[in-house]
C-alpha cells in the first residue's frame, strides 16, 4: 500500500465551486505539505505543517486553505475555484532533524477548473 | 525571482551514455541540496543528495557534485538506461532554518535506446 494516498485523482470543477483534495500518510510523520506543479514552473509550495497545531502559508497560498485534522490527514481547500487553479497537486510528508529533509510525494491530483 | 534554476528543459541521451542534468542556486544558505526524479502520473521520487560540506556522493550509477563556489551541482548518471527517462528536479534548503525545499523547474530527460 502507497505510504502517501490523495483523494481523488483526477477532478473536473467549474468556476466559484468548493473543493477539497485530501491527503492521507502512513508514515507516521508529522510535517505535510501541499505543492502544486505547472507546465514550465517545477514545484511551488501552497501551504505546510509541521505538526497538527501548525499551520503555514507556502509561497503560493492565496486562493487556498488547509486544515490538519491528524497527524497522518492533511486536506487542501480551493474556496472558489478559479480556472488558473488547474494544475497538478502534490502532497508530500517528511522527517525533520535527521540532517535530511527528504520529501515522500503523493502519487498527485490532477485539477481541472472550467 | 529564482533561486534554484535548471536551465535546460530537456535532455536527451543515448543508452549508455552519461547524462549530465545541471543546477544552479543564488540563495548561499542553501546547505542541503537533493534531486528528485518524476515518471509521468506519479510523484516525485528522491533520488540522491548531497550536504555542503561535501563536494561529491555517489550512490551506484547517479552522482551528485557541488561546486559552492560556483553555487552550481550536477546530477550525473552512468550508463543512462531507458528507465531513466523521467523529469528531474533539483531541490534546496536551509537546514535548522525553515526547512522548506525550494524547487528548480525539472529538466525531462530523454535515454534512447
Known amino acids: 500500500d502507497a505510504d502517501v494516498t490523495q483523494t481523488p485523482r483526477n477532478r473536473i470543477t467549474k468556476t466559484g465551486k468548493r473543493i477539497m483534495l485530501e491527503c492521507s500518510q502512513t508514515?507516521?510523520?508529522?510535517?505535510m505539505y501541499w505543492y502544486r506543479q505547472d507546465p514550465g514552473l517545477g514545484l511551488r509550495l501552497i501551504y505546510y505543517?509541521?505538526?497538527?497545531?501548525?499551520?503555514n502559508k507556502g509561497e503560493i497560498s492565496d486562493g487556498y486553505s488547509v486544515s490538519r485534522q491528524a497527524q497522518a490527514k492533511f486536506s487542501l481547500s480551493l474556496e472558489s475555484a478559479i480556472p488558473n487553479q488547474t494544475a497538478l497537486y502534490f502532497c508530500?510528508?517528511?522527517?525533520?532533524?535527521?540532517?535530511?529533509?527528504?520529501?515522500?510525494f503523493g502519487p498527485g491530483t490532477r485539477l481541472l477548473v472550467l | 525571482d529564482q533561486q534554484v534554476k535548471q536551465n535546460s528543459p530537456s535532455l536527451s541521451v543515448q543508452e549508455g551514455r552519461i547524462s549530465i542534468l545541471n543546477c544552479d542556486y543564488t540563495?548561499?544558505?542553501?546547505?542541503?541540496f537533493l534531486w528528485y526524479k518524476k515518471y509521468p502520473a506519479e510523484g516525485p521520487t528522491f533520488l540522491i543528495s548531497?550536504?555542503?560540506?561535501?563536494d561529491k556522493n555517489e550512490d551506484g550509477r547517479f552522482t551528485v557534485f557541488l561546486n559552492k563556489s560556483a553555487k552550481h551541482l550536477s546530477l550525473h548518471i552512468v550508463p543512462s538506461q531507458p528507465g531513466d527517462s523521467a523529469v528531474y528536479f533539483c531541490a534546496a534548503l536551509t537546514q535548522g532554518g525553515s526547512e522548506k525545499l525550494v524547487f528548480g523547474k525539472g529538466t525531462k530527460l530523454t535515454v534512447n535506446p
Open positions: 540563495n548561499s544558505m542553501f546547505d542541503y
Open positions: 508514515k507516521g510523520h508529522d510535517r
Open positions: 505543517s509541521f505538526d497538527v497545531k501548525d499551520i
Open positions: 548531497i550536504s555542503s560540506i561535501k
Open positions: 508530500a510528508t517528511s522527517v525533520p532533524g535527521t540532517g535530511q529533509e527528504t520529501q515522500y
